[in-house]
């Protein structure tokens, strides 16, 4: 398939010239990105040199100014206004804090079922998610509904204060406050990234209000330079595995991948046991999750599919018809974004018959596509498969990466340390297939 720069690159490429261009200009928008953030993201970046103390308390500091909520009497305020909102659509949950859905489940329910309100439906699920404010504060002490088993990370002008994260004070979810302490006065950008118990309900992370200290304000950074990732996966991609995987808000691959190639929206579209065929418990295939997102979600900078997994049972013929039907719809969606398609992950079986079966089955379906704008990126099929040997924790057998890679469960990614594996190998992946769009 030809790209960008050529003229065989499908249909639109050779009848569309508007076209062409505005996904040329999409694809170089990509790269720019791609080559600042390359080892210089927050996350290969030290953390700062020094940081602001962090003191995490079950009471807020009376001695700052008046509390500024985000939302209150089930509705956001203007100050809500003010925020920068990464990884899902702001929505109020039990009247005064601010939820990220992301996503729907239907027809089952998602994990924000038990707080459904007026503003949220029980099918909604939210995930990884940030939010980012400028100040002038010398302090600045955010109210953030938590507990201890949830960590909450901080980033200030694009640099960690402690990749390890701050976890509540309270058992329960319950009010905490996070309160960051600097030693001199100026503009600075706080980040702020939560996390949210993939499957568990009643465990959400939420930012509810800020408080400053005397005469600073607060104000809505830049947000003209930031790109969103739109991640349509399995639990891979929602951070799926054993627990510990889920209460750190850069965890999952898909975000510390948006993180590794500067893309700082990015919005986990993932339900677990699904697939382009599979529909795990009770859930919906992907053909079927795509109207409930595409445009709810959008507007999209490059969009990311990796499913496959739970489909390794099925005909490889069956999978290329799925998968050529939901890439014509993800297109239809949001048309001139480039997509990149991952195949699946091995897991514990590694490169297995069945998996390589299916792999093969979604890279045809991206040649039918013959959409200039369109690669595949392979995974199991890689010249150095992502995913590799039959091992795992607690059942190594030196096999292969797999033993170091993946968790307990015998399927998911380690915590933290697959994650990490698996967002370096897609971040290069997803670079080298925008690349070949203009080739």
């Known amino acids: 398939m030809s790209g960008l720069r050529g003229l065989g690159g499908g249909p639109r490429a050779l009848t569309d010239r508007n076209v062409r261009m505005s996904g040329a200009e999409a694809v170089n928008k990509l790269l720019r990105a791609f080559r600042k953030a390359e080892d210089n993201n927050p996350y290969q970046l030290p953390e700062m040199a020094t940081p602001p103390t962090v003191a995490v308390s079950a009471t807020t500091d009376a001695a700052l100014a008046a509390s500024i909520p985000l939302a209150t009497a089930n509705a956001l ?48 699920s939210m995930y990884n998610h940030a939010a980012e404010i400028m100040t002038d504060a010398d302090t600045v002490e955010f109210s953030i509904y938590c507990r ?31 309160k960051l302490t600097f030693t001199s006065k100026r503009p600075r950008r706080i980040r702020i990234l939560m996390s949210n118990m993939s499957e568990a309900a009643s ?7 800020v408080r400053l200290s005397a005469l600073s304000a607060f104000w809505k950074p830049d947000q003209s330079g930031v790109l969103r990732l739109g991640c349509y996966t399995d639990s891979y991609g929602m951070g799926g595995g054993t627990q510990t995987n889920w209460d750190t808000p850069n965890a999952a691959f898909t975000t510390l991948a948006g993180e590794l190639l500067g893309m700082r929206d990015v919005r986990q579209l993932s339900q677990f046991g699904t697939g382009y065929i599979a529909t795990g418990s009770g859930r919906s295939k992907l053909l079927a999750q795509i109207p409930r997102s595409i445009s709810q979600q959008g507007p999209w900078d490059l969009i990311l599919v990796a499913h496959g997994y739970n ?26 974004v480039p997509i990149v398609v991952v195949g699946p992950w091995g897991g514990r079986t590694g490169p297995s018959a069945a998996v390589v079966g299916v ?64 967002a370096y190998r897609v971040a290069t992946a997803v670079r080298d297939a925008v690349e070949a769009m203009l080739k």
């Open 203 to 209: 465990s959400p992370t939420m930012l509810s209000a």
């Open 311 to 336: 489909d390794a049972a099925q005909a490889p013929a069956t999978v290329q018809a799925e998968a050529l039907a939901a890439l014509r719809l993800i297109r239809e969606g949001a048309p001139n």
């Open 148 to 178: 201890t088993d949830r960590k909450v990370m901080f980033q200030v002008d694009g640099q960690y204060v402690s990749k390890a994260g701050h976890v509540g004070v309270t058992a329960s979810n319950s009010y905490n406050f996070f």
């Open 77 to 124: 305020t203007a100050a809500a206004a003010k925020v920068a909102w990464y990884g899902g659509v702001p929505a109020v949950i039990a009247n005064t804090f601010v939820g990220m859905p992301v996503v729907s489940n239907l027809p089952a329910n998602g994990n924000l079922a038990s707080l459904a309100n007026a503003n949220v439906s029980a099918d909604l």
């Open 359 to 422: 792999e093969n089955a979604i890279s045809s379906a991206v040649t039918a596509l013959a959409d200039p704008l369109c690669r595949f990126a392979p995974n199991s099929t890689a010249a150095q498969p992502f995913l590799f040997g039959t091992g795992y924790q607690g059942a190594t057998n030196a096999s292969g990466n797999s033993d170091v890679y993946i968790g307990t469960d015998g399927t998911h990614f380690t915590p933290i340390v697959g994650h990490e594996y698996g």
